[in-house]
């Protein structure tokens, strides 16, 4: 079956002027073709919109793998004259805006001197032409070339074929339109931008090692003043053209011209008389140039005009490829693969159904549950899609693209086609889903769209009876959490807190403690917040029994306290939120900005060479020395002269202060911050007490003065600010 792919190759040449002969055969009507066993124009192919003004002025490209069918002059004698073709057309050009003693030009180019393509082509009005070699004048020795006279607009049904049976060859199908014997329109010479291709093959194949450019009209440059634009073509020859430099050149008369476009910063252009010896002489007041790109890494462009035509007249510079793909959620669970073709998933594409070739930006990152958001830990990759290339993406836990071509995905998808690139992806993790964006470069990352957002759903301070009756009496033995908006949790990422609460649950809460945990979709889970530093939470099923199911995209937690000694208290808030969305139940110690001097005569008079931190309890608005146990923020930076606000380039340390414990902190050294937890000397000071903590501090530097502020973790720096607010008695000591 011929195969059929459109695309602007790395040259846009032009029709040249040749007398060529036509073999035209008689024309018949489709019954008497069918029932020689005759090419079919019903048969199934793909279509091409063409404008016969527009090939006058540019003749277009088409790739093409053409292999030889079953049908020969044996079997349709009145229509097939050389060639053997298959039922099928292999494509259908429909032409627009023909006149009369236009002609149709198609010239089938071969890749290599060993193929010999044939041609055959079916008017509009049911005329049949046939060709083998009539291109060799223009081309390669085997080429053909037919010019179909175009009495009408239409469909012309189009079958690439090859002289013997059995062979298979690549090519170009080159189509023009011009009026009489099909010279091309046009009086000024030039060239507009042609791609050329970094494969050193292409040009190992071409008499002399070298590509003639595209001329319009052709075939040769009238001689004169040129510019020359040199420029950085995109993959596979396709835009944008960048970096692009001019240059100032004559072409000289019955001269040839060998040009490397290799160079992104030189013009490397010289006389070469032996390349008439393989293309002929241009002939007096013309010239010619021939082409070849020496870097093998880079596409790179070209474009001729009269040194006193507008670069525009170069035509487009091209753009990055305009396809795109938003976030994509890749499951976890290897079932939803196992029954996909080749074990992958196609990616959405804006618009589809495929990815433009070019260059791309590839954004990976985690999902939260069953692929919701926030997507985090956002990674971009810098990638490349060629023509005609399937990509598999594995997603699974890693910090690096794990992306490579699979030519078997053509088995279960197909070819993407000439220009295209597809990419198919899979999530190897069973544990985290992924997500994935795929970008034209340069674009920015927002067109990926939404990353997401944490749940909504919290669950404020629940204060847990020591009671165990309560439970007894409770479906499960344990008690739901109060969900804001309830009823239920939605699923995704949350910092659990548990705490001490006081009395029948009343605050204030201390030793706090933070997790951080994920809630799957549809699941209920049993948390025990007995007398522990370990959060105790697991799923149970059973619970649905008495609660019922939460739902797709939902969850619960039920709570239970298995200590008889003490009330606990449990806080969920959505991962990242502020610690004090919690509410009033939780940490209400903290100090504002403390300046530390760098005069070490004052730290030699403390006990310990350290000073202790006054706090401020917002509860009781008095200030004391204790923090509750739990984790907390350690705002440092440095002061002013003389300790002097504000404090600047700000550093957040995040520290659990355990209970009865004694820090000291060092404001100095290397790193600005260091915490030691009951160090040499601190034995001059009694212990805080069962659940509580104290912290001291000193600046070892002599240099600079340094600032200090210590807030429960998740508060907002805005606390720090001395004054705003000061729930406590007067201003902070300094």
């Not at 795109?324 to 196609?346: C, H, K, L, M, Y």
């Not at 204790?626 to 380039?649: M, R, W």
């Not at 160090?679 to 104290?694: D, I, T, V």
Request: hydrophobic residues 30%; contains cysteine; glycine residues 12%.
């Amino acid at each position: 079956m011929n195969e059929w792919s459109t695309s602007i190759l790395a040259y846009l040449r032009r029709s040249h002027r040749a007398t060529l002969g036509v073999l035209t055969g008689a024309a018949l009507s489709i019954g008497a073709a069918a029932a020689q066993e005759c090419p079919d124009p019903n048969g199934s192919a793909t279509g091409v919109n063409l404008s016969a003004g527009q090939l006058a002025s540019s003749s277009r490209d088409f790739s093409a793998r053409y292999v030889a069918g079953e049908l020969t002059s044996s079997t349709c004698p009145d229509v097939i004259r050389v060639g053997y073709f298959n039922r099928a057309p292999s494509v259908n050009i429909v032409l627009s805006g023909a006149t009369a003693g236009g002609n149709l030009r198609l010239n089938l180019r071969t890749n290599d001197d060993e193929c010999d393509p044939v041609v055959l082509v079916r008017s509009p009005d049911g005329e049949w032409y046939n060709d083998d070699d009539s291109g060799r004048d223009i081309g390669r020795h085997w080429d053909s070339l037919i010019d179909v006279p175009t009495q009408m607009n239409g469909t012309y049904r189009v079958w690439l074929g090859h002289f013997r049976s059995g062979e298979t060859c690549e090519g170009t199908l080159r189509v023009g339109y011009g009026q009489g014997s099909g010279d091309p329109v046009g009086t000024t010479t030039f060239s507009e931008w042609s791609s050329v291709t970094p494969d050193q093959r292409q040009f190992s194949g071409q008499p002399g090692g070298v590509m003639p450019l595209a001329v319009n009209p052709g075939p040769h440059f009238a001689a004169g003043e040129y510019h020359i634009y040199l420029a950085n073509a995109g993959p596979n020859g396709l835009g944008p053209y960048t970096e692009i430099q001019r240059y100032t050149v004559n072409l000289g008369s019955n001269r040839l011209y060998r040009v490397d476009v290799g160079a992104d910063d030189t013009l490397r252009i010289r006389e070469d008389s032996t390349l008439g010896l393989h293309y002929g002489e241009p002939g007096d007041q013309q010239a010619m140039i021939y082409v070849r790109n020496t870097n093998t890494r880079t596409w790179r462009g070209i474009c001729v005009l009269p040194s006193s035509a507008p670069a525009t007249d170069c035509g487009d510079v091209g753009a990055p490829p305009t396809t795109f793909s938003e976030w994509n959620a890749i499951t976890t669970d290897q079932r939803q693969f196992g029954t996909q073709p080749g074990g992958v998933i196609p990616l959405s594409v804006n618009p589809g159904p495929h990815f433009s070739a070019g260059a791309y930006d590839i954004y990976t990152a985690d999902a939260g549950p069953n692929g919701l958001g926030p997507f985090t830990r956002i990674t971009r990759y810098s990638v490349t899609l060629a023509s005609n290339r399937l990509y598999r993406v594995d997603l699974g836990p890693t910090d690096t693209l794990r992306i490579r071509e699979d030519s078997t995905l053509a088995l279960h998808y197909g070819e993407p086609g000439e220009g295209q690139s597809m990419i198919y992806a899979r999530n190897s993790s069973t544990r985290s889903w992924r997500a994935i964006c795929v970008l034209p470069a340069g674009a920015p990352r927002s067109d990926c769209g939404d990353v997401g957002a944490p749940p909504a759903t919290f669950s404020e301070w629940n204060a847990i009876t020591t009671d165990q009756r309560q439970f007894g009496t409770q479906p499960g033995g344990v008690i739901p959490l109060s969900v804001n908006p309830g009823p239920h949790f939605a699923a995704g990422a949350y910092d659990i807190y548990t705490a001490d609460a006081g009395p029948n649950g009343l605050g204030p809460y201390t030793r706090v403690t933070r997790y951080s945990v994920t809630l799957a979709s549809n699941r209920l889970y049993r948390v025990d917040v007995g007398p522990t530093d370990t959060l105790s939470i697991r799923e149970d099923s059973t619970l649905g029994l008495q609660y019922g199911e939460p739902g797709e995209g939902q969850s619960m937690i039920y709570a239970r306290n298995s200590s008889t000694r003490s009330w606990r208290a449990i806080c969920v808030l959505p991962a990242g939120s502020p610690f004090e969305t919690c509410g009033g139940g939780g940490q209400t110690v903290y100090t504002e900005w403390h300046t530390v001097t760098n005069d070490q005569r004052q730290f030699a008079t403390q006990p310990g060479g350290v000073t202790p931190m006054r706090t401020c309890d917002r509860a009781t608005q008095t200030y004391g020395g204790d923090f509750p146990a739990g984790a907390y923020d350690f705002y440092v930076g440095n002061a002013g002269e003389n300790g002097f606000l504000p404090v600047t380039d700000i550093r957040r340390f995040t520290v659990n202060l355990g209970s009865n414990r004694n820090y000291a902190v060092d404001l100095g050294g290397g790193s600005g911050f260091s915490i030691s937890d009951n160090a040499a000397g601190m034995n001059m000071y009694s212990g805080p007490g069962e659940g509580y903590a104290r912290v001291y501090y000193r600046n070892s530097s002599t240099m600079s003065w340094r600032g200090l502020c210590v807030l429960p973790s998740g508060w907002p720096i805005s606390w720090c600010d001395i004054g705003v607010p000061n729930p406590c008695n007067g201003p902070a000591n300094r």
